[in-house]
């Protein structure tokens, strides 16, 4: 794929969003995936964190997940 689409030379390696083959797909904030890591992020920072309320991370973390 590399050799047929890159504009640059060929690489081995992942290229990302410079690949044919990336494709963004919509996530809404109803996925299961990203309300995991919005859980996992908030349990992160209740660690770092354990005299704040959990309510008082959420806008942080779902800006940082997203």
């Known amino acids: 794929m590399a050799r047929t689409f890159g504009v640059r030379t060929a690489t081995a ?10 494709r963004w797909m919509p ?10 890591a919005v859980q996992r992020e908030i349990a992160m920072m209740k660690k770092e964190r354990p005299d704040a ?14």
């Open 53 to 66: 309320k959990a309510d008082h991370f959420h806008k942080e973390v779902v800006k940082k997940v997203q």
């Open 27 to 36: 996530m809404t904030s109803r996925d299961p995936r990203f309300m995991s």
């Open 13 to 22: 390696h992942c290229r990302g969003e410079a690949c044919a083959c990336w």
